[in-house]
């Protein structure tokens, strides 16, 4: 007698006030007919319930098995949402036996559906993900698993052979795709898939690799071995010597249609991503190897060919899809991943967790105080300035306002706090701060990439004041002797009448001034432009040396530092 799971989804139970328009198994089943017939042909039509997933308050998919182990279909139960989830065209579902990882990638659509329910106001602003797009064959030519006998090698605890791990069977998918490095492992007595009568010498080839695949990334060896899936990426890299151009990324730093492309664009290079979705019931790594001419994404599960299929990358439609926030469910790709060919590697600084801004006193001055977990997102150390890029909203101007020096900042490490005085801004109007940051032997800073649903704070500045925009940066600094030269250009925005300017030269590792310029008094006409060049004498200081300068304007006993105000780590030239 054919039995119908009606399992829990482990989801946040929702309340809704105009319900979402929910559709029935029959429903349901007519959607998955149309499109195995149209779009995977070949098998029969012939569909069994197999499985409906709930919550509390509702159903969100539906489960069905093709016949003679033909594969599976998932559909919503809900029509605010994508209408086809995932199918396969192999095996058959089977709630009882299904590996707690994979009921991990059916809680995350559940979550994304329950969204959708809570949100019907979002319905009418949707579009569909499935559209034609240019298919790539799955990548991957293995079907390789977890147990016997890809864990051969792997340690014995409580009398039992331990797991390889989703991770480091992930990993290997993808080694043995590129057959790299040339030496040190038998590529060619890899088979693409074995069962208990391969052959010791191939057992052998597999199992070898499984087992340094997860010792290089610290495996906790079990019945299901784990592993930090970012460690994939200094492994290879470092063990195994694949490109340096590495990167981990996070989903929750990017829109729907951003991840998409990220994806795509690695796929049409003929790269496989790793791939890991982690949800309160547990977590999976995989391998995005593919695409079919909707959009759907081939996956390689990692469990010798079982739940390999094609999936939806989000339930929910453009639109509806960038109001969530993925709380609960995390996505994370590598990409990237090559042999080595390259020197280059990216530094990048994001902001994740939260994004405040207040204004504080301190010191007698008014300090806009930017407050966040600040990261470097890169896999190297980084050094470099961190600080604020402040967007004017009318003008749409943006400025950088250095803050604080940072060295050898070290992969994932972050700060919280960044700074800056209402001085630093000359002009009044109402200004977006971005945390941002600009890396040493560079001139261009950078806004951080902030986490979804992070907001930049916004500063308004009152217009009184001088009047005066540092409008390009300091022009040129250079040493003769113990002289100084520092030419500036400057730019009033209202008269400037009887004001003095001047310059301190000071080295990026801290300490006393190298070289303080001489008052320099000007004065100057509304909307004129022009350069003035401030001159003085170096206490200390010497060729190469790196330094930053700032420069202030006097009037009327009031001093202000103007901005942008510091010209950094340049080297002396003498």
Avoid at 303 to 314: F, H, I, T
Avoid at 372 to 388: A, I, L, P, R, V
């Amino acid at each position: 007698m054919k039995r119908i799971l009606l399992v829990l989804f482990a989801v946040l139970t929702v309340v809704v006030g105009a319900r979402a328009s929910q559709r029935d198994s029959a429903q349901a089943q007519r959607i998955a007919v149309a499109f195995l017939q149209k779009y995977a042909p070949g098998k029969s039509s012939s569909l069994t319930l197999a499985h409906i997933g709930l919550n509390s308050k509702h159903k969100l998919v539906y489960i069905f098995n093709r016949a003679n182990n033909g594969g599976y279909i998932m559909v919503s139960a809900d029509t605010n949402t994508e209408d086809v989830l995932m199918y396969s065209e192999s095996g058959k579902f089977d709630w009882d036996l299904l590996p707690i990882s994979m009921k991990t990638m059916i809680s995350d659509y559940g979550r994304q559906i329950s969204f959708a329910i809570e949100h019907p106001e979002l319905a009418s602003k949707t579009t569909s993900l499935v559209k034609p797009q240019t298919a790539i064959k799955p990548l991957l030519k293995t079907a390789w698993g977890q147990y016997e006998p890809y864990n051969s090698a792997c340690p014995v605890k409580g009398g039992k052979r331990c797991a390889t791990g989703c991770v480091a069977t992930a990993m290997a998918q993808v080694m043995n795709f590129y057959k790299y490095p040339a030496t040190g492992y038998p590529w060619q007595s890899m088979l693409g898939s074995y069962n208990s009568k391969s052959p010791k010498a191939n057992v052998d080839a597999v199992s070898k690799l499984m087992l340094d695949c997860g010792r290089s990334v610290k495996a906790t060896y079990g019945e299901e071995t784990s592993a930090p899936m970012v460690d994939v990426v200094s492994a290879l890299r470092d063990k195994y010597g694949y490109d340096p151009s590495m990167m981990y990324e996070e989903r929750v730093f990017y829109s729907d249609d951003e991840w998409r492309k990220i994806i795509c664009a690695e796929l049409s290079s003929g790269r496989p991503v790793v791939y890991s979705i982690r949800t309160e019931l547990g977590a999976h790594t995989f391998v995005c190897d593919g695409i079919n001419q909707l959009g759907y994404f081939h996956y390689n599960m990692g469990w010798e060919g079982d739940e390999n299929g094609y999936y939806l990358m989000s339930a929910l439609k453009p639109g509806m899809a960038e109001k969530f926030t993925f709380t609960g469910c995390l996505h994370y790709i590598i990409t990237g991943i090559k042999p080595r060919g390259s020197k280059f590697y990216k530094s990048e600084m994001r902001c994740f967790e939260s994004l405040t801004g207040g204004v504080v006193k301190e010191g007698g001055s008014d300090v806009f105080e930017l407050k966040g977990k600040f990261q470097n997102y890169s896999m190297f150390d980084m050094s470099g300035t961190f600080g604020c890029i402040v967007v004017n909203e009318a003008t749409k101007v943006e400025t950088f306002i250095p803050y604080q020096k940072f060295s050898k900042l070290e992969s994932r490490h972050y700060f919280s706090r960044i700074k800056l005085r209402s001085e630093d801004i000359t002009e009044g109007g109402s200004y977006l701060v971005y945390p941002a940051y600009m890396l040493d032997g560079t001139s261009v800073a950078k806004k951080m990439r902030l986490q979804r649903g992070l907001q930049p704070p916004r500063l308004n500045i009152k217009a009184e004041g001088f009047g005066v925009v540092l409008t390009s940066g300091i022009k040129a600094v250079k040493g003769v002797g113990n002289k100084v030269e520092v030419v500036v250009n400057l730019k009033a925005n209202k008269p400037l009448p009887d004001a003095e300017i001047y310059a301190f030269v000071f080295p990026v590792e801290g300490g006393n001034s190298l070289a303080y310029t001489v008052p320099l008094k000007i004065s100057m006409e509304q909307g004129t432009q022009k350069n003035f060049v401030l001159r003085g004498d170096f206490t200390s200081g010497k060729p190469g040396q790196k330094y930053n300068v700032a420069v202030f304007l006097e009037l009327a006993g009031e001093r202000i530092k103007l901005a942008p105000n510091y010209m950094n780590s340049t080297e002396l030239k003498w």
